[in-house]
């Protein structure tokens, strides 16, 4: 009979293999988070992040929900400066320069560093002229090629390539999220962030984006955020597991926990709070 305090045997989670010649943490850091705390009004979203995320390599943002990775993850590209009340302290080093120092346009910042959200939003506009309108807006030359290219990189240029005049709005789920994974890879940035890329798709959809993932980091820097343990071990090479600090006076913040490859996050964690998390324990 089962008591308040069993605790149900979870199957361990299977993570992928990695067939990369050099362990991630031995790559370049492309993101060097420092000290980072997020505050909205006087609500402390996350708490003194300190991370670094390497070149050309899958970094996953596990956690309970409200623990702060959608707020982290903004941060690398200054989406948060969209939120009125929002305050970033702490550094983070794109390539060695604070993205939050004077004089760094937030813009030029996007332009390099995209971004692909939860739901997905194509413009009511046709396929061809979602994934154009970014390199038209910014004067890029050879608008026809980027836009084959971008489709191509994300697995949805046979699918379209003879209807890119209709509406992107006729596409499935899947294919619109593939259309705004396009959209983001057509003025050819060096990373690209995904916040829960996958929670809205079907099964057969989610499994296409993930095998895109897999393909992308060949020449991608690429950071997402996912409530799905199984899909983060699926195409993460390093995962990092963000909790809840709870006070006294019930006030919540986000902290990062534990940081590591993710095949030792999944079977060999460091952290209690990260076992009892991808065992089901609690979250």
């Known amino acids: 009979m089962q008591t308040p305090d069993t605790i149900l045997p979870v199957a361990p989670i299977e993570v992928a293999q ?8 031995h790559r370049d850091v492309v993101f060097d988070v420092r000290g980072l705390t997020v505050r909205y009004g006087t ?22 929900s ?4 959608s707020t982290f993850i903004r941060c690398l590209n200054r989406m948060n400066d969209l939120i ?8 983070v080093l794109y390539q060695g320069q604070n993205l939050y120092g004077p004089g760094v346009d937030p813009v030029a910042v ?22 154009a309108w970014a390199p038209k807006v910014l004067g890029l030359k050879d608008v026809d090629a980027r836009v084959e290219r971008a489709l ?15 509406s992107a709005l006729a596409l499935s789920g899947g294919q619109q999220q593939r259309l705004c994974i396009a959209r983001a890879l057509a003025v050819e940035p060096e990373a690209v962030l995904l916040d829960e890329p996958a929670s809205a798709l079907d099964p057969i959809a989610t499994s296409s984006i993930e095998d895109l993932i897999h393909e992308l980091k060949r020449d991608y820097t690429i950071v997402i955020v996912t409530h799905n343990m199984q899909q983060a071990a699926r195409v993460a090479d390093m995962t990092a597991f963000f909790s809840l600090d709870v006070k006294e006076d019930g006030s919540r913040s986000g902290i990062l926990v534990e940081y590591d490859e993710t095949e030792k996050i999944f079977t060999q ?15």
């Open 43 to 64: 609500t402390v979203a996350v708490k003194d992040v300190s991370l670094e995320i390497h070149r050309n390599v899958v970094t996953a943002l596990i956690g309970p």
């Open 66 to 69: 409200g623990c702060g990775k």
């Open 152 to 166: 191509q990189q994300a697995a949805l240029w046979d699918e379209v390539k003879g209807r890119l005049k209709r």
């Open 84 to 91: 009125p009340g929002a305050r970033v302290e702490g550094e």
């Open 18 to 25: 990695r067939s990369d010649a050099r362990p991630p943490m």
């Open 110 to 131: 996007r332009r390099w560093i995209g971004m692909v959200f939860q739901k997905p939003n194509p413009f009511p506009k046709s396929i061809y002229d979602n994934v």
């Open 269 to 283: 964690p460091s952290d209690p709070r990260t076992e009892g998390y991808v065992t089901g324990r609690f979250g």
